[in-house]
């Protein structure tokens, strides 16, 4: 009778247990932050910025190695992913945007985002429609694309053969990765809580520095604004990591991009709004009405200071301050009932919110000439200037110091 051979057996456990790779519990957590956070700049890098919004250009390496990456780190489909993202940005916060807080409820995008996503990856009206343009060569259609899982049960086996048992742990932080930071943070907080830089027509806001994990993808507004500007930082104090990585990319000639974020200049105060004072509003709106935006809560403020000197109730004016920066239509239908309370009770903010929307209309009316439009603009702030609003008077003051 042959006997066990022990020393060969124990080997063989030992191996399944701890794998070939004999690493420390933290060389473990720090392989797996490595791993996810290639993860993350395959997909803000490739997905997002060359694929989704062709703000930039990447050589055949790179593309090559992020595709090969998404497939075994994510399993999803460059196509799927693309179309899905162009539908949210055309379609951003009506019932069709596949995965907005405002029609859907914070709570479900947290933590059902993935979900959403592979619904609507099924929908073969979106990929027609919005897919166009993504790889769609031999590996793409023979590999990537029809056995996407496959890449990332290829991720498991290596996992459990680098560090046995422990590597179905590090495997599943690899898979959750995306969508909790993409699916949830990005898509959910990202459009529901933060700051915001520019006044851009959805409830896109940024969430730095709390998210600079992500690729720079926290600074969602900001892309929100620009779409098709490859870097996302636009203050001195954000930061984007994925730029980082595309400038170093750019140095040894594996990208090139297409297009930044323009920058508002402020110089002089000029004696009247002209029409490069027009072309610098037209231009950078979004920027513009940020600042109109902040004075607009500044007043609040003081008319909530106001209303606590008098004793009076500010419930009404504290409920509506959240939407007072927001376009008409934009506002939920629940809420305008407040809003339009406080601008009856609060003549300043009411005047402040009528001169807002005339403001708007000078770049929405496509129908007035350049030189009509000047002299709007100098009328409007004349008006704001003779309001007697110190927050208005301010604002225009500021306006006339912007060029193009």
């Known amino acids: 009778m042959l006997l066990p051979d022990w020393p060969a057996l124990h080997a063989a456990l030992e191996l399944l247990a701890h794998g070939l790779w004999d690493l420390s519990w933290w060389q473990i957590v720090l392989y797996t932050l490595v791993t996810t956070h290639i993860t993350i700049a395959s997909v803000t890098i490739f997905l997002h910025r060359t694929q989704a919004h062709r703000a930039m250009d990447l050589g055949k390496i790179p593309s090559h190695f992020f595709r090969f990456w998404l497939w075994i780190g994510t399993g999803m489909v460059t196509k799927e992913w693309v179309a899905i993202h162009r539908k949210h940005h055309a379609k951003c916060e009506t019932e069709d945007d596949p995965h907005s807080p405002q029609t859907r409820g914070i709570e479900t995008v947290l933590w059902k985002g993935a979900e959403l996503y592979r619904a609507e990856a099924k929908n073969k009206e979106t990929l027609a429609k919005f897919g166009h343009g993504t790889p769609d060569d031999w590996i793409e259609r023979n590999l990537y694309s029809r056995f996407s899982w496959q890449g990332v049960g290829l991720m498991l086996l290596l996992n459990l053969s680098l560090f046995g048992a422990i590597g179905l742990t590090v495997w599943a932080v690899q898979m959750l990765w995306i969508p909790i930071t993409a699916a949830g943070i990005i898509n959910g907080i990202g459009h529901y809580w933060g700051y915001r830089n520019f006044e851009a027509p959805d409830a896109s806001t ?199």
């Open 206 to 404: 940024n969430v730095s520095p709390w998210g600079v994990l992500i690729g720079g993808e926290e600074l969602h507004n900001n892309h929100h604004t620009y779409p098709t500007a490859a870097k996302f930082s636009v203050k001195p104090y954000e930061f984007d990591i994925g730029w980082v990585y595309i400038s170093l990319m750019q140095k040894i000639g594996w990208a090139k991009v297409k297009k930044v974020p323009p920058k508002l200049r402020v110089g002089a105060v000029r004696p009247v709004a002209d029409e490069n004072t027009l072309e610098a509003l037209i231009n950078h709106r979004y920027e513009v009405m940020a600042r109109y935006g902040r004075e607009l809560r500044r007043a609040c403020k003081d008319e909530l200071a106001l209303l606590k000197l008098r004793g009076a109730d500010g419930t009404v004016l504290k409920s509506a301050k959240r939407w007072l920066h927001r376009d008409t239509e934009r506002v939920p239908a629940d809420a305008r009932t407040q809003l339009a309370q406080a601008r009856q009770a609060h003549p300043v903010l009411d005047k402040m919110l009528t001169m807002r929307e005339e403001l708007r209309q000078m770049w929405l009316n496509t129908s007035v000439s350049r030189e009509q439009l000047a002299a709007d603009l100098q009328a409007w702030c004349r008006r704001a200037e003779e309001s007697g609003i110190a927050r208005l008077q301010q604002f225009a003051v500021g306006l006339r110091a912007v060029h193009a």
